[in-house]
């Protein structure tokens, strides 16, 4: 049995585990760790792993493509442990809100002989934890691929497969690049959420608000009731950009602040329109189009997994050729 190590098993590791599982796919086994006991038996008992290991570096041992699903800041010191009893040639891959930290330390601290293919699946809940996941967590969504400059073209396409079973699709980002546009599109919102919730809550009037408050209400603050423990990492291992985006909404609003208190009739329909008018045009017709080159082919994970498998096999018994050839070519000198 080939092995594939899940290393954190809440939402995200366990609705990986639960798509890959459900995939079927024979000759390979997934392992997983957790930090609590309590998480690992939910995780069997939900089918989203095979085997539970007590450490990231027992999970890991043997396993061919490795997925750390922990807390960002976590990471770290993950890479730290498992580096030593990473099998060569196995494929190691995240699934974090930010990718230049993690590429960073897979650099620093994972082995030469390993490929770190950084990954961020753009799905999520506000609930956490394995009793959320789910297997069609990433179906239709963008799964961002940053593989690290010395990743192999295999080890890329064990994780282009892994994002296209789950349902999602890959794409393409530098890990920078990733951190920029993640900060407008998912960070941005997250702080928003709780800066509103914030507002209301701390309000003398709350008990009077909080009878008033509908869909519109709970829907805006709904990232609110987010895991803290991850919203904490994404601010401290992407300060720089966030910061960015937030000057950028605070102009925003200036701008917004400014038509309302000019009381322009005109102005005020034209604001509220256009916001309208630009987000019905994206809910209807997708994201604006770009030339991203040829499609990505559909790549079967368990072939990536068992070909590398073979792969292995094969280059040991070329190095044990290699040797008997040199012991021979001594004992004829």
Known sequence: MERVAIIGLGLIGGSIGLAIKRANIEGVQVVGTARTRETLQKAKKLGAIDVDAPTPADAVRDARLVIIASPIMATQPIMQEIGPA??????????????????????????????????????GKEQAGIAAADPDLFKGKAWVIAPSVS???????????????????????????????VAAISHLPLLLSSALFSVAQGSAAWPELARLASSGFRDTTRLASGSPEMAHDIVLTNRDNVIHWLDRFIDELRRFRGIVAGGASEEVIEAFTKAQLERDNFLVNGPPQRDVGEPIPKISLGDMILGSAVSGYMKKQQEVLKAAEARAEGKRR
């Not at 497969?161 to 920078?176: E, H, I």
């Open 151 to 181: 990743a192999t073209e295999g080890a890329v396409n064990t994780v282009v497969g892994l994002a296209q079973l789950t349902g999602a699709s890959p794409l393409f980002m530098d890990p920078d690049e990733h951190d920029s546009y």
């Open 86 to 123: 990473l099998l060569p040639g196995a494929v190691v891959t995240d699934v974090g809100s930010t990718k230049s930290n993690a590429a960073r330390w897979a650099k620093d601290l994972l082995p030469e002989s390993v490929s770190f293919v950084g990954g961020h699946p753009m799905a």
